[in-house]
């Protein structure tokens, strides 16, 4: 499989390769050197942080939560609109 860097150094990970490696929207790799010149990618287990309040993207995450949502509700969502519902300066378009 080959695909094509962009511009910006960018690359699209081949789908049977994302589903090999369990990839998913937001997860993380490492690329490391092997001893024979090749480079390797490798995904990252995230750690698990204690009382840490999971982030917008994590609530959704392979729990098809967005699909009971409207545009606009799933657009909020993503765009973090709720966490700046109580900020005086901030107002949301409708």
Do not use: C, H, W
């Amino acid at each position: 499989m080959s695909t094509t860097v962009t511009s910006k150094g960018q690359v699209t990970i081949p789908k049977p390769l994302r589903d090999y490696l369990g990839l998913e929207p937001g997860s993380r790799v490492d690329f490391a050197y092997t001893a024979d010149g090749q480079v390797v990618l490798r995904p990252v287990k995230p750690a698990k942080k204690a009382g840490k309040k999971p982030s917008r993207f994590d609530a959704l995450r392979g729990s098809g939560k967005g699909l009971g949502m409207s545009t606009d509700e799933y657009m909020n969502l993503i765009r973090g609109y709720d966490e700046d519902k109580d900020d005086p300066g901030f107002q949301n378009a409708k």
